[in-house]
Structures are given as structure tokens and as C-alpha cells.
């Protein structure tokens, strides 16, 4: 049997626009990223940076007057012969039957509000078993009784009387559960979660994630998980993609991103968590906001805002830099070092 990749989905030079009546927003401006297979990649910035709207791509499932304009999704999955097969999801019509054949079953999405992405209209049974009539042999009776097996092991109690329940009677631990349990039905080889702990309190976001990771291993499954929280990275990722007005600056193995983070913004980010200390210490904002996207800053994205802006930043568009094997940072303040390195190791 022929062995598969060990890189899930490779995205290359993925651009997606909004062509709106005020002009045109570049929400994803050229990004490259590797998902490893089942591995744990978090993709981490403030609201408006473009994260969900990269991840909604892997689906497509972005909507007018946005489009993927140009780029490559390049997915490794198994054909109906059991041998690995290459599919550019970019380049799939949304509504075709391949993209249907992938959507739901094996990549499968949480999406960010556990309270609006449930439909009030139908029982949270009803939800689920569409999903696994849709993409399986399942009787309605199977169907059923399955949807009641992913309540039970998404650790909901009393899972053949709440597949009964409507959405808007229940909490929103018991949703995001609920959401989980449809996204698990038919056994994804990948799960996006779109910031699944936001709207949930502090117990309950630690019980999801230790939810989360336990049926991680239990299916093998690799997990994108967007989020602008990172102590929820510090948890539960392996690799981690900083991203900022629709760009990667930074990207590199958790461990590299806490304690050798290279760009300001990925610094800053670090900078703004609240700590525990015996004395107090004010909170380290980062100054100023995401810009508009209809107006969106010259050069480095990020220099209105940037403690180390330099001239240049303001009209040079910084080149992605690769640091090391395993890390890359789109700055210009480690472009002429990289060179310089060079330079020396060829003398």
C-alpha cells in the first residue's frame, strides 16, 4: 500500500478577495501553509486578520463577493482504490460533487459561535443525522442511534433524551458539545475549530479542550484550530502560524513561537497576555487597531503599529525570511541578517 504524505493540506500563494461596492478587500493576501497529518496547527491573530475566512476556503464555503482569486489548496486524501490522490480544492466547484464528497466528512468544520450555528428550527438529533445520512449507508434508525453514541462521548449527560432537545434549550457548553459531536459524525481526518472556546467560561472552554485533544487521539484526526488566545496555544498545539491583515509573519513549532517569537507583532502578542504576578503589573496592549481593509497601509502591514518600524517598512513589502529549517518570519528587520549569514558561511 502506497504510503501516504505526511503533509495533510499544503496551501501555496492562497489569495482571496471581497469585491464590494467600496472596492475590493484582499482578506487572505497571499499566504503558504503546511498542515501536518495529525498534528495540531493553530492559526493565531486579533479579529479581522483573515483566519476564518483562509480556514472557510479549505471547504469551500466562502461566500459572495468573496472568491478565491489565485493559489493552490492542495489536499492528500484516499481514493475510492485506497491509494493517495492529490486534490487541489482552489480549483473545485463549490457546489460539485467532489468538494461535496470532502465537506463534512473528511474535513469537517466548528464553526465560531456556538450559539447561532446550530439551526433553532430542528432538534439537535435532526442535525447530526443529516450530516450522517448525507455522507454514509446509515439507516435513519442507525443514524439515530449514532447520533446519540458522539453525544455520549462528547461526555453529554443523558445523550438519548438531549438528541430530543431543540438548541436554544440548552447551555453553551452543551452547543459547542452538540457542534463537536456533528463535526466528529463520520470520522474527519481533519477538524478545523474556529475559535470553539470564545463565548464559554473559563471552565468550561479547559473541559472542550481536554475534550478536543482526548478525541484527537482517539481518532487520529490533525486539528487547525484558529484562535486569538494563546494560552489555549501553549495547550494544545504543535506548530503555530501568526497571522496579520491577511499575511503569515511568523510561523514556527510552539515551543520556538513562546520563547524565541522573531516578529514584533508575534512579540506583542506574547507581551499583551495578563500574568500572574505578586506584584502588579499593567497590561501590555498593543497599540492602535487591525486597519481598515479598505485602507490598508503601504509596505509591512504592521508598521503603523510596530515599536521597530524602520523608514523602509513604510514602502518595502517584506520578503518571507526562512531563519531555520522549521521557521519563517516575513520582517525586514531579518532580511539582511539572513544574507549576511549566508555571506559568511561562503567565505
Same mark, same amino acid.
Given at each position: 500500500?502506497?504510503?501516504?504524505?505526511?503533509?495533510?493540506?499544503?496551501?501555496?500563494?492562497?489569495?482571496?478577495?471581497?469585491?464590494?461596492?467600496?472596492?475590493?478587500?484582499?482578506?487572505?493576501?497571499?499566504?503558504?501553509?503546511?498542515?501536518?497529518?495529525?498534528?495540531?496547527?493553530?492559526?493565531?491573530?486579533?479579529?479581522?486578520?483573515?483566519?476564518?475566512?483562509?480556514?472557510?476556503?479549505?471547504?469551500?464555503?466562502?461566500?459572495?463577493?468573496?472568491?478565491?482569486?489565485?493559489?493552490?489548496?492542495?489536499?492528500?486524501?484516499?481514493?475510492?482504490?485506497?491509494?493517495?490522490?492529490?486534490?487541489?480544492?482552489?480549483?473545485?466547484?463549490?457546489?460539485?460533487?467532489?468538494?461535496?464528497? $470532502?465537506?463534512?466528512?473528511?474535513?469537517?468544520?466548528?464553526? +465560531?459561535?456556538? &450559539? @447561532?450555528? *446550530?439551526?433553532?428550527?430542528?432538534?439537535? %438529533?435532526?442535525?447530526?443525522?443529516?450530516?450522517?445520512?448525507?455522507?454514509?449507508?446509515?439507516?435513519?434508525?442507525?443514524?439515530?442511534?449514532?447520533?446519540?453514541?458522539?453525544?455520549?462521548?462528547?461526555?453529554?449527560?443523558?445523550?438519548?433524551?438531549?438528541?430530543?432537545?431543540?438548541p436554544f434549550r440548552l447551555s453553551g457548553g452543551m452547543?459547542?458539545?452538540?457542534?463537536?459531536?456533528?463535526?466528529?459524525?463520520?470520522?474527519?481526518?481533519?477538524?478545523?475549530?474556529?475559535?470553539?472556546?470564545?463565548?464559554?467560561?473559563?471552565?468550561?472552554?479547559?473541559? $472542550?479542550?481536554?475534550?478536543?485533544?482526548?478525541?484527537?487521539? +482517539?481518532?487520529? &484526526? @490533525?486539528? *487547525?484550530?484558529?484562535?486569538?488566545?494563546? %494560552?489555549?496555544?501553549?495547550?494544545?498545539?504543535?506548530?503555530?502560524?501568526?497571522?496579520?491583515?491577511?499575511?503569515?509573519?511568523?510561523?514556527?513549532?510552539?515551543?520556538?513561537?513562546?520563547?524565541?517569537?522573531?516578529?514584533?507583532?508575534?512579540?506583542?502578542?506574547?507581551?499583551?497576555?495578563?500574568?500572574?504576578?505578586?506584584?502588579?503589573?499593567?497590561?501590555?496592549?498593543?497599540?492602535?487597531?487591525?486597519?481598515?481593509?479598505?485602507?490598508?497601509?503601504?509596505?509591512?502591514?504592521?508598521?503603523?503599529?510596530?515599536?521597530?518600524?524602520?523608514?523602509?517598512?513604510?514602502?518595502?513589502?517584506?520578503?518571507?525570511?526562512?531563519?531555520?529549517?522549521?521557521? @519563517?518570519?516575513?520582517?525586514?528587520?531579518?532580511?539582511?541578517?539572513?544574507?549576511?549569514?549566508?555571506?559568511?558561511?561562503?567565505?
Open positions: 500500500m502506497e504510503k501516504m504524505s505526511e503533509t495533510l493540506v499544503e496551501v501555496k500563494d492562497l489569495k482571496i478577495h471581497f469585491f464590494t461596492d467600496e472596492g475590493v478587500v484582499r482578506a487572505v493576501d497571499g499566504i503558504d501553509l503546511d498542515v501536518k497529518r495529525g498534528k495540531t496547527l493553530a492559526l493565531v491573530g486579533e479579529s479581522g486578520c483573515g483566519k476564518s475566512v483562509a480556514c472557510r476556503s479549505f471547504l469551500q464555503i466562502v461566500h459572495s463577493p468573496g472568491r478565491i482569486v489565485s493559489g493552490e489548496i492542495l489536499y492528500t486524501r484516499k481514493n475510492e482504490n485506497g491509494q493517495g490522490e492529490v486534490v487541489d480544492i482552489a480549483r473545485l466547484n463549490p457546489h460539485g460533487r467532489r468538494i461535496r464528497s $470532502i465537506r463534512g466528512k473528511e474535513i469537517a468544520m466548528i464553526f +465560531q459561535e456556538p &450559539m @447561532t450555528s *446550530l439551526s433553532p428550527m430542528y432538534t439537535v %438529533g435532526n442535525q447530526i443525522t443529516e450530516t450522517i445520512r448525507l455522507h454514509t449507508e446509515a439507516t435513519k434508525q442507525e443514524a439515530w442511534q449514532m447520533a446519540i453514541d458522539l453525544l455520549d462521548k462528547v461526555d453529554i449527560p443523558k445523550p438519548d433524551r438531549l438528541v430530543e432537545e431543540y452547543r459547542q458539545r452538540a457542534m463537536i459531536a456533528m463535526a466528529l459524525s463520520c470520522n474527519p481526518t481533519m477538524l478545523i475549530a474556529d475559535e470553539p472556546t470564545t463565548a464559554l467560561d473559563v471552565t468550561t472552554q479547559a473541559n $472542550i479542550l481536554d475534550l478536543m485533544l482526548d478525541l484527537q487521539q +482517539q481518532y487520529h &484526526m @490533525t486539528l *487547525l484550530f484558529i484562535t486569538h488566545d494563546l %494560552g489555549v496555544v501553549a495547550e494544545i498545539a504543535d506548530e503555530v502560524a501568526v497571522m496579520y491583515l491577511g499575511k503569515i509573519v511568523e510561523k514556527s513549532d510552539v515551543n520556538t513561537i513562546f520563547n524565541e517569537p522573531k516578529h514584533p507583532y508575534t512579540q506583542a502578542l506574547l507581551r499583551s497576555i495578563p500574568k500572574i504576578a505578586v506584584t502588579r503589573e499593567e497590561l501590555d496592549p498593543i497599540k492602535g487597531m487591525v486597519p481598515n481593509p479598505y485602507r490598508r497601509p503601504g509596505g509591512c502591514p504592521f508598521h503603523p503599529r510596530c515599536a521597530k518600524a524602520m523608514a523602509e517598512c513604510r514602502t518595502v513589502v517584506p520578503a518571507v525570511t526562512q531563519l531555520n529549517d522549521n521557521h @519563517t518570519v516575513q520582517c525586514l528587520l531579518y532580511e539582511d541578517l539572513v544574507g549576511e549569514k549566508a555571506m559568511e558561511q561562503a567565505k
